[in-house]
Protein backbone atom coordinates (compact mmCIF):
# COMPACT_ATOMS: atom_id res chain seq x y z
CA UNK A 1 0.00 0.00 0.00
CA UNK A 2 1.62 3.06 -1.22
CA UNK A 3 5.84 3.07 -1.97
CA UNK A 4 8.38 5.40 -0.50
CA UNK A 5 11.66 6.00 -2.08
CA UNK A 6 14.73 8.33 -0.60
CA UNK A 7 18.40 8.87 -2.08
CA UNK A 8 20.32 11.10 0.19
CA UNK A 9 24.50 11.35 -0.92
CA UNK A 10 26.21 13.23 -3.68
CA UNK A 11 24.51 12.41 -7.26
CA UNK A 12 21.22 14.06 -8.69
CA UNK A 13 18.46 12.16 -6.42
CA UNK A 14 15.77 12.30 -8.95
CA UNK A 15 16.76 9.59 -11.51
CA UNK A 16 17.45 7.30 -8.61
CA UNK A 17 14.18 8.22 -6.92
CA UNK A 18 12.15 7.84 -10.29
CA UNK A 19 14.18 4.60 -10.77
CA UNK A 20 13.01 3.30 -7.26
CA UNK A 21 9.50 4.25 -7.60
CA UNK A 22 8.77 2.14 -10.76
CA UNK A 23 9.96 -0.77 -8.85
CA UNK A 24 7.55 -0.37 -6.01
CA UNK A 25 4.82 0.48 -7.85
CA UNK A 26 3.14 -3.05 -7.42
CA UNK A 27 2.03 -1.24 -4.07
CA UNK A 28 -0.01 1.39 -5.70
CA UNK A 29 0.09 3.13 -8.81
CA UNK A 30 -2.70 6.01 -8.77
CA UNK A 31 -0.86 8.83 -8.20
CA UNK A 32 3.09 9.76 -7.90
CA UNK A 33 5.45 12.77 -6.53
CA UNK A 34 8.95 13.68 -5.74
CA UNK A 35 10.19 16.06 -3.31
CA UNK A 36 14.25 17.73 -3.61
CA UNK A 37 16.15 19.51 -1.54
CA UNK A 38 18.52 21.73 -3.97
CA UNK A 39 20.60 24.33 -2.59
CA UNK A 40 18.71 24.43 1.02
CA UNK A 41 15.60 25.09 -1.37
CA UNK A 42 12.63 22.61 -1.09
CA UNK A 43 11.46 21.51 -4.78
CA UNK A 44 7.94 19.44 -5.87
CA UNK A 45 6.47 17.59 -8.35
CA UNK A 46 3.52 16.08 -8.16
CA UNK A 47 0.79 14.49 -9.95
CA UNK A 48 -2.69 11.81 -9.96
CA UNK A 49 -1.16 9.03 -12.83
CA UNK A 50 1.68 6.49 -13.32
CA UNK A 51 5.39 7.19 -12.17
CA UNK A 52 5.93 7.24 -16.17
CA UNK A 53 3.32 10.47 -16.14
CA UNK A 54 5.09 11.95 -13.28
CA UNK A 55 8.17 11.24 -15.55
CA UNK A 56 7.02 12.76 -18.46
CA UNK A 57 6.12 16.41 -16.07
CA UNK A 58 9.36 16.26 -14.84
CA UNK A 59 11.08 15.97 -17.80
CA UNK A 60 9.28 19.06 -19.15
CA UNK A 61 9.88 20.84 -15.95
CA UNK A 62 13.06 18.88 -13.81
CA UNK A 63 13.67 19.56 -9.73
CA UNK A 64 17.30 18.88 -8.69
CA UNK A 65 19.16 18.22 -5.59
CA UNK A 66 20.51 15.20 -3.87
CA UNK A 67 18.26 14.78 -1.58
CA UNK A 68 15.24 13.41 -2.33
CA UNK A 69 12.13 11.65 -0.93
CA UNK A 70 9.04 10.04 -3.52
CA UNK A 71 5.83 8.39 -3.14
CA UNK A 72 3.82 6.23 -5.26
CA UNK A 73 0.34 5.96 -3.89
CA UNK A 74 -2.61 3.94 -3.61
CA UNK A 75 -5.54 5.88 -2.35
CA UNK A 76 -7.09 5.54 0.88
CA UNK A 77 -8.14 9.16 1.93
CA UNK A 78 -9.27 10.88 -0.68
CA UNK A 79 -9.57 9.83 -4.87
CA UNK A 80 -6.15 10.12 -7.19
CA UNK A 81 -5.77 13.88 -7.75
CA UNK A 82 -2.74 16.43 -7.73
CA UNK A 83 -3.30 18.00 -4.15
CA UNK A 84 -3.94 14.20 -2.81
CA UNK A 85 -0.69 12.84 -4.19
CA UNK A 86 2.37 13.07 -1.51
CA UNK A 87 4.45 14.16 -0.82
CA UNK A 88 2.36 16.69 1.75
CA UNK A 89 3.36 20.42 3.02
CA UNK A 90 2.93 22.35 5.87
CA UNK A 91 1.41 25.81 5.80
CA UNK A 92 5.00 27.28 4.68
CA UNK A 93 6.22 24.72 2.40
CA UNK A 94 9.50 24.28 4.31
CA UNK A 95 8.46 20.60 5.81
CA UNK A 96 7.18 17.90 3.30
CA UNK A 97 5.94 14.38 4.12
CA UNK A 98 5.33 11.03 2.54
CA UNK A 99 3.88 8.47 4.15
CA UNK A 100 2.30 4.20 3.60
CA UNK A 101 -0.22 3.40 6.22
CA UNK A 102 -3.19 5.30 8.01
CA UNK A 103 -3.33 7.65 11.00
CA UNK A 104 -6.38 6.71 12.18
CA UNK A 105 -6.80 9.60 14.09
CA UNK A 106 -6.61 12.19 11.36
CA UNK A 107 -9.97 13.84 11.38
CA UNK A 108 -9.21 14.85 15.21
CA UNK A 109 -5.86 15.95 14.52
CA UNK A 110 -7.44 17.78 11.80
CA UNK A 111 -10.31 19.15 13.42
CA UNK A 112 -7.53 20.56 16.29
CA UNK A 113 -4.90 21.58 13.59
CA UNK A 114 -7.40 23.61 11.71
CA UNK A 115 -7.83 25.79 15.27
CA UNK A 116 -4.74 26.49 15.56
CA UNK A 117 -4.56 28.08 12.21
CA UNK A 118 -3.33 25.37 9.80
CA UNK A 119 -4.74 25.27 6.40
CA UNK A 120 -5.74 21.97 4.77
CA UNK A 121 -5.56 21.57 1.01
CA UNK A 122 -6.10 17.85 0.87
CA UNK A 123 -8.64 14.81 1.79
CA UNK A 124 -5.51 12.70 3.00
CA UNK A 125 -4.69 11.96 6.34
CA UNK A 126 -0.76 12.42 5.38
CA UNK A 127 -1.47 15.66 5.39
CA UNK A 128 -2.13 15.91 9.25
CA UNK A 129 1.74 14.74 9.67
CA UNK A 130 2.85 17.59 7.72
CA UNK A 131 1.24 19.97 10.10
CA UNK A 132 1.73 18.17 12.85
CA UNK A 133 5.40 18.14 12.61
CA UNK A 134 5.18 21.74 11.63
CA UNK A 135 3.09 22.52 14.81
CA UNK A 136 5.73 20.76 16.44
CA UNK A 137 9.03 22.09 15.57
CA UNK A 138 11.02 24.85 16.88
CA UNK A 139 14.61 26.18 16.12
CA UNK A 140 15.73 27.04 19.23
CA UNK A 141 19.14 29.72 19.26
CA UNK A 142 22.56 29.52 20.69
CA UNK A 143 23.64 26.93 22.56
CA UNK A 144 20.62 25.08 23.15
CA UNK A 145 20.33 24.98 18.88
CA UNK A 146 23.78 22.96 19.30
CA UNK A 147 22.06 20.47 21.89
CA UNK A 148 19.33 20.09 19.74
CA UNK A 149 21.39 19.26 16.76
CA UNK A 150 23.22 16.98 19.00
CA UNK A 151 20.18 15.33 19.46
CA UNK A 152 19.08 15.14 16.10
CA UNK A 153 18.36 17.90 15.77
CA UNK A 154 14.84 19.83 15.91
CA UNK A 155 13.25 18.44 13.04
CA UNK A 156 13.89 14.76 14.41
CA UNK A 157 12.27 15.84 17.68
CA UNK A 158 9.74 17.60 16.03
CA UNK A 159 8.94 14.52 14.05
CA UNK A 160 8.99 12.53 17.79
CA UNK A 161 6.91 14.48 19.20
CA UNK A 162 4.58 14.97 16.42
CA UNK A 163 4.16 10.91 16.65
CA UNK A 164 2.99 10.95 19.92
CA UNK A 165 -0.29 12.22 18.91
CA UNK A 166 -1.22 9.63 16.06
CA UNK A 167 -2.59 6.60 16.59
CA UNK A 168 -2.58 4.07 13.72
CA UNK A 169 0.08 2.61 10.90
CA UNK A 170 2.92 4.26 9.94
CA UNK A 171 6.19 4.08 7.50
CA UNK A 172 7.24 7.81 6.79
CA UNK A 173 9.98 10.30 5.40
CA UNK A 174 10.10 13.89 5.84
CA UNK A 175 13.11 16.58 4.68
CA UNK A 176 12.89 20.22 4.90
CA UNK A 177 14.59 23.49 4.51
CA UNK A 178 14.83 23.85 8.11
CA UNK A 179 17.32 21.24 8.37
CA UNK A 180 18.48 20.64 4.55
CA UNK A 181 21.27 18.00 4.73
CA UNK A 182 19.01 14.67 6.01
CA UNK A 183 15.61 12.99 5.78
CA UNK A 184 13.69 11.88 8.73
CA UNK A 185 12.30 8.45 8.92
CA UNK A 186 9.83 6.56 11.11
CA UNK A 187 7.70 3.59 11.08
CA UNK A 188 5.21 1.69 12.69
CA UNK A 189 3.36 -0.69 10.73
CA UNK A 190 4.39 -0.45 7.58
CA UNK A 191 7.82 -1.54 6.20
CA UNK A 192 10.93 0.95 5.69
CA UNK A 193 14.50 -0.10 4.43
CA UNK A 194 18.02 2.04 4.57
CA UNK A 195 20.32 0.48 2.19
CA UNK A 196 24.06 1.91 2.37
CA UNK A 197 26.11 3.18 -0.60
CA UNK A 198 29.63 4.69 -0.64
CA UNK A 199 28.65 8.13 0.75
CA UNK A 200 24.60 7.75 -0.32
CA UNK A 201 22.10 6.26 1.83
CA UNK A 202 18.94 4.72 0.01
CA UNK A 203 15.46 4.83 1.60
CA UNK A 204 12.44 2.12 0.24
CA UNK A 205 9.82 0.17 1.20
CA UNK A 206 10.65 -2.82 -0.19
CA UNK A 207 14.17 -4.74 -0.74
CA UNK A 208 13.88 -5.42 -4.21
CA UNK A 209 13.97 -1.69 -4.98
CA UNK A 210 16.93 -1.10 -3.38
CA UNK A 211 19.27 -4.68 -4.83
CA UNK A 212 20.51 -2.29 -7.85
CA UNK A 213 22.32 -0.15 -5.95
CA UNK A 214 23.35 -1.99 -2.64
CA UNK A 215 22.97 -4.73 -0.42
CA UNK A 216 23.65 -3.64 3.27
CA UNK A 217 20.33 -2.41 4.79
CA UNK A 218 18.74 -1.92 7.69
CA UNK A 219 15.08 -2.41 8.43
CA UNK A 220 13.28 0.46 11.07
CA UNK A 221 11.74 -1.34 13.43
CA UNK A 222 8.19 -0.80 15.08
CA UNK A 223 8.07 2.85 17.01
CA UNK A 224 11.73 3.84 16.10
CA UNK A 225 12.49 6.44 14.24
CA UNK A 226 15.63 7.73 12.01
CA UNK A 227 18.09 10.13 10.52
CA UNK A 228 19.66 9.61 7.46
CA UNK A 229 22.72 11.72 6.24
CA UNK A 230 24.99 10.41 3.17
CA UNK A 231 26.66 8.31 5.57
CA UNK A 232 25.16 7.54 8.32
CA UNK A 233 21.95 6.05 9.85
CA UNK A 234 21.35 7.21 13.10
CA UNK A 235 17.94 5.08 14.77
CA UNK A 236 15.79 6.31 17.85
CA UNK A 237 13.56 4.04 19.68
CA UNK A 238 10.28 5.94 21.25
CA UNK A 239 11.68 7.80 23.91
CA UNK A 240 14.27 9.63 21.52
CA UNK A 241 16.85 7.03 22.58
CA UNK A 242 20.07 6.40 20.40
CA UNK A 243 19.73 2.41 19.17
CA UNK A 244 22.90 0.52 17.65
CA UNK A 245 21.65 -2.19 15.27
CA UNK A 246 24.20 -4.02 12.66
CA UNK A 247 23.67 -3.71 9.07
CA UNK A 248 22.62 -6.89 7.15
CA UNK A 249 23.80 -8.44 4.06
CA UNK A 250 21.19 -9.17 1.66
CA UNK A 251 21.69 -12.16 -0.88
CA UNK A 252 19.05 -12.25 -3.45
CA UNK A 253 20.22 -11.89 -6.91
CA UNK A 254 19.00 -8.26 -8.48
CA UNK A 255 18.46 -9.82 -11.30
CA UNK A 256 15.95 -11.95 -10.08
CA UNK A 257 13.85 -8.99 -9.28
CA UNK A 258 13.90 -7.48 -12.59
CA UNK A 259 11.83 -9.09 -15.39
CA UNK A 260 14.55 -11.35 -17.50
CA UNK A 261 13.19 -10.99 -20.95
CA UNK A 262 9.76 -11.97 -20.22
CA UNK A 263 6.99 -8.93 -20.92
CA UNK A 264 5.76 -9.05 -17.63
CA UNK A 265 6.82 -10.17 -13.89
CA UNK A 266 3.42 -12.13 -13.67
CA UNK A 267 4.68 -14.39 -16.59
CA UNK A 268 8.35 -14.69 -15.18
CA UNK A 269 7.07 -15.57 -11.78
CA UNK A 270 4.85 -18.38 -13.19
CA UNK A 271 7.81 -19.83 -15.14
CA UNK A 272 10.04 -19.37 -11.93
CA UNK A 273 7.90 -21.27 -10.23
CA UNK A 274 9.75 -25.30 -11.15
CA UNK A 275 12.72 -23.50 -9.28
CA UNK A 276 11.17 -21.63 -6.68
CA UNK A 277 9.61 -24.96 -5.31
CA UNK A 278 13.24 -26.41 -5.67
CA UNK A 279 14.35 -23.78 -3.69
CA UNK A 280 12.13 -23.87 -1.03
CA UNK A 281 12.42 -27.64 -0.33
CA UNK A 282 16.17 -27.43 -0.95
CA UNK A 283 17.93 -28.29 2.47
CA UNK A 284 14.40 -29.42 4.33
CA UNK A 285 13.76 -32.41 2.75
CA UNK A 286 15.55 -35.77 3.36
CA UNK A 287 13.78 -38.79 1.16
CA UNK A 288 16.01 -41.17 1.92
CA UNK A 289 15.76 -40.79 6.07
CA UNK A 290 12.11 -39.88 5.39
CA UNK A 291 12.92 -36.72 7.03
CA UNK A 292 12.29 -32.84 6.93
CA UNK A 293 13.54 -29.91 9.12
CA UNK A 294 12.53 -26.10 9.55
CA UNK A 295 15.24 -24.33 10.89
CA UNK A 296 13.22 -21.62 12.86
CA UNK A 297 10.42 -23.71 13.21
CA UNK A 298 10.49 -23.13 17.05
CA UNK A 299 8.12 -25.98 18.35
CA UNK A 300 9.30 -29.03 19.95
CA UNK A 301 8.02 -32.71 19.22
CA UNK A 302 6.39 -32.52 22.86
CA UNK A 303 4.14 -29.51 21.34
CA UNK A 304 3.89 -30.66 17.69
CA UNK A 305 2.46 -33.85 19.33
CA UNK A 306 0.28 -31.63 21.52
CA UNK A 307 -1.12 -29.95 19.08
CA UNK A 308 -4.75 -30.55 18.96
CA UNK A 309 -5.90 -28.44 16.38
CA UNK A 310 -4.62 -26.10 13.31
CA UNK A 311 -6.57 -22.75 12.12
CA UNK A 312 -5.16 -21.48 9.13
CA UNK A 313 -5.17 -17.61 8.96
CA UNK A 314 -4.59 -15.61 6.14
CA UNK A 315 -6.08 -13.23 3.02
CA UNK A 316 -6.51 -13.78 -0.56
CA UNK A 317 -4.57 -16.13 -2.65
CA UNK A 318 -2.64 -17.22 0.50
CA UNK A 319 -5.74 -17.79 2.38
CA UNK A 320 -6.18 -20.41 -0.31
CA UNK A 321 -3.20 -21.97 0.50
CA UNK A 322 -5.06 -22.50 3.56
CA UNK A 323 -7.87 -24.06 2.35
CA UNK A 324 -5.41 -26.90 0.37
CA UNK A 325 -3.65 -27.24 3.43
CA UNK A 326 -6.60 -28.38 5.97
CA UNK A 327 -7.18 -31.32 3.48
CA UNK A 328 -3.43 -32.13 3.80
CA UNK A 329 -3.84 -31.50 7.63
CA UNK A 330 -6.79 -33.89 8.08
CA UNK A 331 -5.19 -36.31 6.00
CA UNK A 332 -1.75 -36.34 6.76
CA UNK A 333 -1.82 -35.36 10.57
CA UNK A 334 -5.25 -36.42 11.31
CA UNK A 335 -5.92 -32.62 12.97
CA UNK A 336 -9.13 -31.03 13.02
CA UNK A 337 -8.63 -27.89 11.04
CA UNK A 338 -9.86 -24.67 10.28
CA UNK A 339 -9.35 -21.85 7.58
CA UNK A 340 -10.00 -18.30 8.94
CA UNK A 341 -10.23 -15.19 6.78
CA UNK A 342 -7.65 -13.01 8.81
CA UNK A 343 -9.56 -10.07 9.15
CA UNK A 344 -12.49 -12.14 10.84
CA UNK A 345 -10.14 -14.49 12.81
CA UNK A 346 -9.01 -11.42 14.78
CA UNK A 347 -12.10 -9.81 15.67
CA UNK A 348 -14.43 -12.75 16.41
CA UNK A 349 -12.79 -13.96 20.01
CA UNK A 350 -11.83 -16.98 18.40
CA UNK A 351 -11.53 -20.30 20.92
CA UNK A 352 -8.33 -21.11 20.71
CA UNK A 353 -5.70 -22.29 23.46
CA UNK A 354 -1.93 -23.17 23.94
CA UNK A 355 -2.79 -26.57 22.13
CA UNK A 356 -3.75 -24.98 18.84
CA UNK A 357 -1.32 -24.16 16.33
CA UNK A 358 -2.38 -20.98 14.50
CA UNK A 359 -0.88 -21.04 11.04
CA UNK A 360 -0.43 -18.13 9.26
CA UNK A 361 0.51 -17.73 5.57
CA UNK A 362 1.27 -14.38 4.13
CA UNK A 363 3.43 -13.58 1.09
CA UNK A 364 4.61 -10.50 2.35
CA UNK A 365 4.52 -10.48 5.84
CA UNK A 366 2.90 -7.46 6.19
CA UNK A 367 -0.74 -8.00 5.88
CA UNK A 368 -2.46 -6.02 8.25
CA UNK A 369 -5.06 -8.47 8.84
CA UNK A 370 -3.16 -11.38 9.21
CA UNK A 371 -0.66 -9.16 11.54
CA UNK A 372 -3.39 -8.90 13.86
CA UNK A 373 -4.69 -12.51 13.41
CA UNK A 374 -1.01 -13.28 14.74
CA UNK A 375 -1.57 -10.95 17.28
CA UNK A 376 -4.79 -12.17 18.44
CA UNK A 377 -3.67 -15.92 18.31
CA UNK A 378 -0.49 -15.14 20.68
CA UNK A 379 -3.30 -12.87 22.88
CA UNK A 380 -5.37 -16.11 23.58
CA UNK A 381 -1.66 -18.35 23.96
CA UNK A 382 -1.82 -20.42 20.89
CA UNK A 383 1.26 -21.73 19.49
CA UNK A 384 1.76 -18.93 15.91
CA UNK A 385 3.84 -19.82 13.23
CA UNK A 386 3.92 -17.84 9.64
CA UNK A 387 4.77 -18.88 6.11
CA UNK A 388 6.15 -16.24 4.63
CA UNK A 389 8.52 -15.05 1.82
CA UNK A 390 10.23 -11.92 3.09
CA UNK A 391 12.69 -12.63 5.78
CA UNK A 392 12.46 -10.87 9.03
CA UNK A 393 9.29 -9.29 7.33
CA UNK A 394 6.46 -7.96 10.74
CA UNK A 395 4.58 -11.48 10.86
CA UNK A 396 7.66 -13.79 10.79
CA UNK A 397 9.05 -11.76 13.63
CA UNK A 398 5.76 -11.41 15.33
CA UNK A 399 5.44 -15.42 14.60
CA UNK A 400 6.94 -18.31 17.39
CA UNK A 401 8.20 -19.93 14.29
CA UNK A 402 8.80 -19.61 10.73
CA UNK A 403 8.97 -21.30 7.43
CA UNK A 404 10.11 -19.02 4.24
CA UNK A 405 9.24 -19.91 1.29
CA UNK A 406 11.89 -19.05 -1.27
CA UNK A 407 10.20 -18.16 -3.95
CA UNK A 408 12.60 -15.24 -4.39
CA UNK A 409 10.87 -11.46 -4.66
CA UNK A 410 7.40 -11.81 -6.33
CA UNK A 411 6.75 -7.99 -8.11
CA UNK A 412 3.55 -8.68 -10.24
CA UNK A 413 0.23 -8.08 -7.79
CA UNK A 414 -1.00 -11.33 -8.95
CA UNK A 415 0.76 -13.90 -6.37
CA UNK A 416 1.73 -16.72 -8.38
CA UNK A 417 5.22 -18.22 -7.40
CA UNK A 418 4.28 -17.05 -3.34
CA UNK A 419 1.27 -19.29 -3.67
CA UNK A 420 2.32 -22.60 -5.39
CA UNK A 421 5.47 -22.28 -3.13
CA UNK A 422 3.40 -21.62 0.19
CA UNK A 423 1.57 -24.61 -0.99
CA UNK A 424 4.87 -27.02 -0.68
CA UNK A 425 5.14 -25.31 2.71
CA UNK A 426 1.98 -26.63 4.14
CA UNK A 427 2.31 -29.90 2.63
CA UNK A 428 5.57 -30.48 4.18
CA UNK A 429 4.28 -28.92 7.47
CA UNK A 430 1.20 -31.78 7.30
CA UNK A 431 3.78 -34.92 6.87
CA UNK A 432 5.27 -33.24 9.73
CA UNK A 433 2.70 -33.06 12.12
CA UNK A 434 1.83 -36.76 10.40
CA UNK A 435 4.99 -37.87 11.61
CA UNK A 436 5.32 -36.30 15.17
CA UNK A 437 1.83 -37.65 15.96
CA UNK A 438 2.50 -40.96 15.07
CA UNK A 439 -0.31 -40.94 11.90
CA UNK A 440 1.88 -41.74 9.14
CA UNK A 441 4.27 -43.98 8.47
CA UNK A 442 7.74 -43.82 7.29
CA UNK A 443 7.23 -45.33 4.24
CA UNK A 444 4.28 -43.12 3.58
CA UNK A 445 5.92 -40.39 4.37
CA UNK A 446 8.78 -41.05 2.08
CA UNK A 447 6.36 -41.71 -1.01
CA UNK A 448 4.91 -38.47 -0.24
CA UNK A 449 8.10 -36.53 -0.72
CA UNK A 450 9.59 -38.26 -3.05
CA UNK A 451 6.18 -36.87 -5.16
CA UNK A 452 7.06 -33.50 -4.24
CA UNK A 453 10.53 -33.84 -5.31
CA UNK A 454 9.23 -34.67 -8.84
CA UNK A 455 6.76 -31.66 -8.30
CA UNK A 456 9.19 -29.08 -10.47
CA UNK A 457 9.86 -31.34 -13.77
CA UNK A 458 5.74 -31.38 -13.70
CA UNK A 459 5.31 -27.94 -13.35
CA UNK A 460 7.97 -27.78 -16.16
CA UNK A 461 5.83 -30.08 -18.21
CA UNK A 462 2.50 -28.24 -17.26
CA UNK A 463 4.10 -25.10 -18.93
CA UNK A 464 4.99 -26.53 -22.21
CA UNK A 465 1.05 -25.75 -22.58
CA UNK A 466 1.48 -22.54 -22.86
CA UNK A 467 0.80 -21.48 -26.30
CA UNK A 468 -2.42 -23.89 -26.08
CA UNK A 469 -3.24 -22.04 -23.14
CA UNK A 470 -2.93 -18.75 -25.12
CA UNK A 471 -5.20 -19.91 -28.05
CA UNK A 472 -7.98 -20.62 -25.19
CA UNK A 473 -7.75 -17.31 -24.51
CA UNK A 474 -8.06 -15.90 -27.90
CA UNK A 475 -11.77 -17.79 -27.86
CA UNK A 476 -12.60 -16.57 -24.82
CA UNK A 477 -11.34 -13.28 -23.91
CA UNK A 478 -14.33 -11.16 -24.04
CA UNK A 479 -16.75 -12.77 -21.70
CA UNK A 480 -17.71 -10.84 -18.97
CA UNK A 481 -18.46 -13.88 -16.57
CA UNK A 482 -16.81 -17.03 -15.82
CA UNK A 483 -17.40 -19.87 -13.37
CA UNK A 484 -14.28 -22.13 -11.92
CA UNK A 485 -15.55 -25.25 -10.59
CA UNK A 486 -14.02 -27.80 -8.42
CA UNK A 487 -13.98 -30.57 -6.05
CA UNK A 488 -11.58 -31.75 -2.86
CA UNK A 489 -8.60 -29.97 -3.21
CA UNK A 490 -9.56 -29.07 -6.51
CA UNK A 491 -11.97 -26.29 -5.05
CA UNK A 492 -9.54 -23.96 -3.44
CA UNK A 493 -7.73 -24.23 -6.61
CA UNK A 494 -11.12 -23.27 -8.69
CA UNK A 495 -11.49 -20.36 -6.33
CA UNK A 496 -7.65 -19.30 -6.93
CA UNK A 497 -8.27 -19.52 -10.58
CA UNK A 498 -11.66 -17.38 -10.44
CA UNK A 499 -9.63 -14.79 -7.84
CA UNK A 500 -6.38 -14.48 -11.07
CA UNK A 501 -9.14 -13.66 -13.57
CA UNK A 502 -10.89 -11.37 -12.02
CA UNK A 503 -7.87 -9.60 -10.67
CA UNK A 504 -5.85 -8.93 -13.75
CA UNK A 505 -8.58 -9.36 -16.53
CA UNK A 506 -11.36 -7.48 -14.57
CA UNK A 507 -13.87 -10.24 -16.05
CA UNK A 508 -16.04 -11.83 -12.95
CA UNK A 509 -15.65 -14.55 -11.84
CA UNK A 510 -16.53 -16.97 -9.33
CA UNK A 511 -14.96 -20.20 -7.71
CA UNK A 512 -17.75 -23.03 -6.77
CA UNK A 513 -17.27 -26.37 -4.78
CA UNK A 514 -18.88 -28.22 -8.58
CA UNK A 515 -21.53 -29.66 -6.45
CA UNK A 516 -22.69 -26.58 -5.44
CA UNK A 517 -23.41 -25.24 -8.89
CA UNK A 518 -27.04 -26.80 -8.98
CA UNK A 519 -28.11 -24.98 -5.64
CA UNK A 520 -27.78 -21.72 -7.38
CA UNK A 521 -25.28 -20.30 -10.44
CA UNK A 522 -26.30 -23.04 -12.64
CA UNK A 523 -28.72 -20.60 -13.23
CA UNK A 524 -25.78 -18.22 -14.67
CA UNK A 525 -24.59 -20.58 -17.38
CA UNK A 526 -25.60 -19.52 -21.18
CA UNK A 527 -23.22 -19.69 -23.45
CA UNK A 528 -21.60 -17.12 -23.55
CA UNK A 529 -19.90 -17.94 -20.03
CA UNK A 530 -17.31 -20.10 -19.94
CA UNK A 531 -16.84 -22.89 -16.97
CA UNK A 532 -13.83 -23.64 -15.76
CA UNK A 533 -13.74 -26.92 -14.55
CA UNK A 534 -10.77 -28.80 -12.80
CA UNK A 535 -11.78 -32.35 -13.92
CA UNK A 536 -8.42 -34.52 -12.54
CA UNK A 537 -7.77 -37.87 -12.44
CA UNK A 538 -8.83 -39.32 -8.71
CA UNK A 539 -11.38 -39.95 -6.36
CA UNK A 540 -14.18 -37.57 -7.39
CA UNK A 541 -13.59 -37.44 -11.18
CA UNK A 542 -17.11 -39.59 -11.98
CA UNK A 543 -18.43 -37.02 -9.97
CA UNK A 544 -16.98 -34.23 -11.66
CA UNK A 545 -17.97 -35.57 -15.16
CA UNK A 546 -21.63 -35.19 -13.97
CA UNK A 547 -21.49 -31.46 -13.58
CA UNK A 548 -19.40 -31.41 -16.61
CA UNK A 549 -22.67 -33.07 -18.30
CA UNK A 550 -24.74 -30.51 -16.18
CA UNK A 551 -23.15 -27.08 -17.74
CA UNK A 552 -23.18 -29.23 -21.14
CA UNK A 553 -26.98 -29.99 -21.17
CA UNK A 554 -27.45 -25.96 -20.45
CA UNK A 555 -25.98 -24.74 -23.47
CA UNK A 556 -22.47 -24.02 -21.32
CA UNK A 557 -19.26 -23.96 -22.31
CA UNK A 558 -16.69 -25.68 -20.72
CA UNK A 559 -12.68 -25.64 -20.17
CA UNK A 560 -11.75 -28.88 -18.44
CA UNK A 561 -8.13 -28.95 -16.73
CA UNK A 562 -7.73 -32.65 -17.52
CA UNK A 563 -4.65 -35.31 -16.35
CA UNK A 564 -2.28 -36.05 -19.51
CA UNK A 565 -3.84 -39.07 -21.46
CA UNK A 566 -7.67 -38.24 -20.48
CA UNK A 567 -9.45 -38.57 -23.52
CA UNK A 568 -12.61 -39.20 -22.65
CA UNK A 569 -13.25 -35.63 -21.16
CA UNK A 570 -12.35 -34.64 -24.99
CA UNK A 571 -16.04 -35.32 -26.21
CA UNK A 572 -17.86 -33.82 -23.19
CA UNK A 573 -15.71 -30.45 -23.25
CA UNK A 574 -15.16 -27.79 -25.29
CA UNK A 575 -11.12 -27.55 -24.66
CA UNK A 576 -8.70 -29.46 -22.96
CA UNK A 577 -5.95 -28.21 -21.13
CA UNK A 578 -4.08 -30.92 -19.80
CA UNK A 579 -1.17 -31.65 -16.73
CA UNK A 580 0.94 -34.16 -16.27
CA UNK A 581 -0.12 -37.25 -13.82
CA UNK A 582 0.72 -36.47 -10.47
CA UNK A 583 -0.01 -37.97 -7.31
CA UNK A 584 -3.72 -37.00 -5.94
CA UNK A 585 -1.91 -34.93 -3.19
CA UNK A 586 -0.18 -32.84 -5.35
CA UNK A 587 -2.60 -32.58 -7.70
CA UNK A 588 -3.70 -29.14 -6.76
CA UNK A 589 0.00 -27.28 -7.31
CA UNK A 590 -0.08 -28.89 -10.81
CA UNK A 591 -3.87 -27.75 -11.56
CA UNK A 592 -2.96 -24.10 -10.47
CA UNK A 593 -0.21 -23.34 -13.04
CA UNK A 594 -3.08 -23.58 -16.41
CA UNK A 595 -5.19 -21.07 -14.80
CA UNK A 596 -2.34 -18.68 -13.97
CA UNK A 597 -1.26 -18.65 -17.43
CA UNK A 598 -5.22 -18.39 -18.93
CA UNK A 599 -5.65 -15.30 -16.69
CA UNK A 600 -2.34 -13.60 -17.59
CA UNK A 601 -3.46 -14.73 -21.77
CA UNK A 602 -7.02 -13.13 -21.11
CA UNK A 603 -5.92 -9.91 -19.61
CA UNK A 604 -2.76 -9.48 -21.90
CA UNK A 605 -5.84 -9.93 -24.84
CA UNK A 606 -8.16 -7.52 -23.14
CA UNK A 607 -5.49 -5.08 -23.08
CA UNK A 608 -4.76 -4.83 -19.15
CA UNK A 609 -2.18 -3.75 -17.02
CA UNK A 610 -1.21 -7.22 -16.10
CA UNK A 611 1.30 -6.55 -13.37
CA UNK A 612 -0.46 -3.90 -11.55
CA UNK A 613 -3.96 -4.32 -12.06
CA UNK A 614 -5.69 -0.90 -11.40
CA UNK A 615 -7.09 -1.13 -7.56
CA UNK A 616 -5.15 -3.58 -6.27
CA UNK A 617 -1.69 -3.42 -3.76
CA UNK A 618 1.08 -5.82 -3.62
CA UNK A 619 1.39 -5.43 0.01
CA UNK A 620 -2.07 -4.66 1.94
CA UNK A 621 -0.88 -2.74 4.59
CA UNK A 622 -3.97 -1.32 6.14
CA UNK A 623 -7.39 -3.14 7.26
C1 LIG B 1 -3.09 -12.40 -4.75
O1 LIG B 1 -3.05 -12.50 -6.13
C2 LIG B 1 -3.57 -11.13 -4.25
N1 LIG B 1 -2.81 -10.05 -4.76
C3 LIG B 1 -3.94 -11.04 -2.79
O2 LIG B 1 -5.11 -11.78 -2.64
C4 LIG B 1 -2.92 -11.49 -1.73
O3 LIG B 1 -2.73 -12.87 -1.78
C5 LIG B 1 -3.40 -11.06 -0.34
O4 LIG B 1 -3.48 -9.66 -0.30
C6 LIG B 1 -2.54 -11.56 0.78
O5 LIG B 1 -1.25 -11.07 0.70
P1 LIG B 1 -0.07 -11.70 1.54
O6 LIG B 1 0.13 -13.10 1.07
O7 LIG B 1 1.11 -10.82 1.25
O8 LIG B 1 -0.48 -11.66 2.98
Known sequence: MCGIFGYIGEKEAVPFILEGLKKLEYRGYDSAGISTLDQGKLFLSKR???????????????IGGDIGIGHTRWATHGRPSHANSHPHEDCQ???????????????????????????????????????????????????????ASRQGGDLHKAVTKALKFVRGSYALAVISEHEP???????????????FGAKECFLSSDIPALLKYVNMIIKLENDETGIITPNKLKIFNSEGKLIKRKRELISWDPESAEKDGYSHFMLKEIHEQPNAIRKSIEGRIFAESHKIHFDELNLSDEEMRNINRVVFTACGTSWHAGLVGEYWFEQFAKIPTEVEYAAEFRYRHPIIDENTLVIAITQSGETADTLGAVWEAKAQNAKVISICNVVGSSIARESHGVVYTD????????????????????YLLAILFGKRKGKISDHDATKLINDLIELPTKIEQALYQEKAIEKVAEKFYKATNALYLGRGKGFPIALEGALKLKEVSYIHAEGYPAAEMKHGPIALIDKNMPVVVIALAGRRYEKILGNIEEVKARGGVVICIATEGDFSLAESADEVISIPKSSEALSPILAVVPLQLLAYYIALKRGCHVDQPRNLAKSVTVE
Request: glycine content about 8%.
Open 407 to 426: AGPEIGVASTKAFTTQLVIV
Open 48 to 62: AGKIADLEKQLKKKP
Open 93 to 147: GKIVVVHNGIIENFLELRRELSEKGHKFISATDTEVLAHLIEENFSLPAGPLRRE
Open 181 to 195: KKIIIARNGSPLIVG
